[in-house]
């Protein structure tokens, strides 16, 4: 599936954003200090501290499956359970990583949209005090979900009411929280503490960085295994500047907004332009930078050879189209055109 055009295939698909590379760039001077000893790392600290408040601790990683396996095990025992919606990341594209490396059982749970509830959490979360079950001990939403639907704040601040009054934890995936908070026009730091949230993953590398992932804290920090756990995860680097100023980069100067936001208004842009086109359907709200659809199996895959993209669902024939930081208004109508021209073929 490799090409050189921008496609709809994903939003990993895309390139640097121009301030990002060149804020790498710009750490790229003489030598400093390894592992995150270095300025550009505190500098990174202080703006997520900046958005998320001062409580937040924050562990830079590599990638989103590890900052996800990191945060996790900062909650986790292996005899206990994470309750996560059946589409969500960590139970379907992460190759059973959480599983493998935390010894904990997923507890996959049926969205109509993406989105847990306290009702559904409370249904799969049962066993408690027996020693035959696994014990539930964590909630997992994710942010933007998988179908690309957003939480509101306010269903986000109940999920994490349920989850305290249980004696459970709240941990959100926040690979694509950029292009939530974008979407709600609310700050990222209204789905930390002040959501009830313990523990999140940060996205960096699908809303313009080459690759920063981060897990964020709110937690007390003494006695907080984190720094150990992402190391024995291999989650440190040890040139931890180049990834740091990445997100100096993102959270400076509103980037991480302007980003997903643009990507946002070109998923809806998508969205309106096939709405129109007689037999297709759009499956879910386009809430963030994300469209299903549902298409003839041979009109997907004619487009496929001209504009890569995946198939969600090969059952129903839903695909997914993914807008990023750099698609264009010109990419999006010559899709929408694209796909008009094959329908009526």
Same mark, same amino acid.
């Given at each position: 599936?490799?090409?050189?055009?921008?496609?709809?295939?994903?939003?990993?698909?895309?390139?640097?954003?121009?301030?990002?590379?060149?804020? $790498?760039?710009?750490?790229?001077?003489?030598?400093?200090?390894?592992?995150?000893?270095?300025?550009?790392?505190?500098?990174?600290?202080?703006?997520?501290?900046?958005?998320?408040?001062?409580?937040?601790?924050?562990?830079?990683?590599?990638?989103?499956?590890?900052?996800?396996?990191?945060?996790?095990?900062?909650?986790?025992?292996?005899?206990?359970?994470?309750?996560?919606?059946?589409?969500?990341?960590?139970?379907?594209?992460?190759?059973?990583?959480?599983?493998?490396?935390?010894?904990?059982?997923? $507890?996959?749970?049926?969205?109509?949209?993406?989105?847990?509830?306290?009702?559904?959490?409370?249904?799969?979360?049962?066993?408690?005090?027996?020693?035959?079950?696994?014990?539930?001990?964590?909630?997992?939403?994710?942010?933007?979900?998988?179908?690309?639907?957003?939480?509101?704040?306010?269903?986000?601040?109940? @999920?994490?009411?349920?989850?305290?009054?249980?004696?459970?934890?709240?941990?959100?995936?926040?690979?694509?929280?950029?292009?939530?908070?974008?979407?709600?026009?609310?700050?990222?730091?209204?789905?930390?503490?002040?959501?009830?949230?313990?523990? @999140?993953?940060?996205?960096?590398?699908?809303?313009?960085?080459?690759?920063?992932?981060?897990?964020?804290?709110?937690?007390?920090?003494?006695?907080?295994?984190?720094?150990?756990?992402?190391?024995?995860?291999?989650?440190?680097?040890?040139?931890?500047?180049?990834?740091?100023?990445?997100?100096?980069?993102?959270?400076?100067?509103?980037?991480?907004?302007?980003?997903?936001?643009?990507?946002?208004?070109?998923?809806?842009?998508?969205?309106?332009?096939?709405?129109?086109?007689?037999?297709?359907?759009?499956?879910?709200?386009?809430?963030?930078?994300?469209?299903?659809?549902?298409?003839?199996?041979?009109?997907?895959?004619?487009?496929?050879?001209?504009?890569?993209?995946?198939?969600?669902?090969?059952?129903?024939?839903?695909?997914?189209?993914?807008?990023?930081?750099?698609?264009?208004?010109?990419?999006?109508?010559?899709?929408?055109?694209?796909?008009?021209?094959?329908?009526?073929?």
């Amino acid at each position: 599936m490799t090409t050189a055009q921008r496609t709809f295939a994903s939003d990993n698909f895309s390139g640097i954003h121009r301030d990002v590379l060149a804020a $790498i760039a710009g750490a790229n001077v003489d030598h400093a200090p390894a592992y995150g000893d270095d300025p550009v790392t505190a500098d990174a600290v202080r703006l997520f501290r900046q958005h998320f408040g001062d409580d937040a601790e924050v562990f830079l990683a590599f990638n989103g499956s590890g900052a996800n396996v990191v945060g996790l095990q900062s909650l986790l025992r292996p005899f206990e359970a994470v309750i996560c919606a059946e589409s969500a990341h960590i139970n379907v594209d992460e190759c059973g990583a959480p599983e493998r490396f935390l010894g904990s059982k997923l $507890i996959a749970v049926a969205t109509p949209d993406g989105k847990l509830t306290p009702d559904l959490v409370e249904a799969a979360a049962v066993g408690t005090g027996d020693e035959h079950h696994v014990q539930p001990r964590v909630v997992s939403v994710t942010q933007s979900t998988e179908v690309g639907t957003c939480y509101t704040v306010e269903q986000v601040i109940a @999920l994490g009411r349920w989850a305290h009054e249980h004696g459970m934890w709240l941990h959100l995936d926040g690979a694509r929280l950029s292009n939530a908070a974008a979407s709600l026009g609310v700050g990222l730091g209204a789905f930390g503490s002040a959501a009830g949230v313990d523990v @999140l993953s940060f996205g960096g590398t699908k809303n313009g960085a080459m690759g920063a992932e981060a897990v964020v804290s709110f937690l007390p920090a003494d006695g907080s295994p984190l720094r150990y756990i992402r190391k024995q995860s291999m989650q440190l680097a040890s040139k931890m500047r180049f990834v740091s100023a990445q997100f100096v980069a993102l959270l400076s100067d509103g980037l991480w907004r302007s980003n997903a936001a643009h990507a946002n208004a070109m998923a809806r842009r998508l969205a309106d332009g096939v709405a129109d086109v007689p037999g297709v359907t759009v499956a879910y709200p386009v809430e963030a930078n994300g469209v299903f659809a549902v298409l003839p199996p041979a009109v997907t895959a004619s487009l496929q050879r001209h504009h890569p993209f995946y198939v969600w669902d090969e059952g129903t024939g839903m695909v997914r189209w993914m807008a990023s930081f750099d698609t264009t208004e010109q990419d999006v109508d010559a899709f929408v055109g694209l796909v008009a021209a094959e329908m009526a073929s």
